[in-house]
């Protein structure tokens, strides 16, 4: 095991930490589901993985990946690498949203566009840092975060779809602008 599949893990638990104690300052949400909703929405993404995992037979194989990456100081320097960028983005984007930041899919009270900081690049940069971050965790920490990743990613897409949705009709002067302008999750790319 290297140093690395303990840094991992700790990125997370920080950015969980820090990602709770965020909200505490948000401008209310109007008309969303309960938080709970979404909570026990991402809790059944997590059991169907790991469930997934146990009864697909997979184990052998994870296994035998994990083996390799837990002698591997390269992959847990570069998972490292990406875990951090990731969490920082998602962290930065955050923190560029102050109190307009909400759960996702919600309409905030006295709505503001942000289209600075890394909403300059992307419209959607937190979704981007926790894709990045995941990515991160499969190639340096365990490959089993590569179902996570593929459970998410969509439902990532989706929400972004979804919060654009609701951006155009609280801005449709300015939001269509700002999409030409910018890709919804990778830089220049999609």
Do not use: C
Request: charged share 15%; glycine share 8%; net charge positive.
């Amino acid at each position: 095991m290297t140093i690395f599949q303990w840094i991992i893990p700790a990125l997370w638990l920080l950015f969980a930490v820090y990602w709770a104690v965020s909200a505490i300052g948000a401008k209310r949400s109007l008309g969303t589901s309960a938080w709970w909703k979404q909570g026990l929405l991402r809790g059944g993404i997590v059991v169907l993985a790991l469930a997934a995992i146990h009864f697909v037979g997979a184990g052998h194989a994870l296994r035998a990946a994990q083996a390799y990456q837990a002698r591997s100081t390269l992959l847990g320097a570069i998972g490292a690498a990406l875990v951090l960028l990731g969490i920082a983005l998602a962290v930065f984007a955050r923190v560029y949203l102050g109190r307009n930041w909400g759960m996702p899919m919600s309409r905030k009270e006295e709505p503001e566009l942000v289209t600075g900081g890394p909403y300059a690049f992307v419209r959607h940069p937190i979704y981007s840092g926790i894709i990045l971050a995941m990515l991160g965790s499969a190639i340096g920490e365990s490959v089993i975060w590569a179902l996570p990743l593929v459970l998410f990613a969509p439902y990532f897409l989706y929400s972004a779809r979804r919060e654009e949705e609701l951006m155009r009709e609280q801005f449709p002067a300015q939001y269509p602008d700002y999409m030409r302008r910018t890709k919804m999750i990778v830089p220049l790319v999609l």
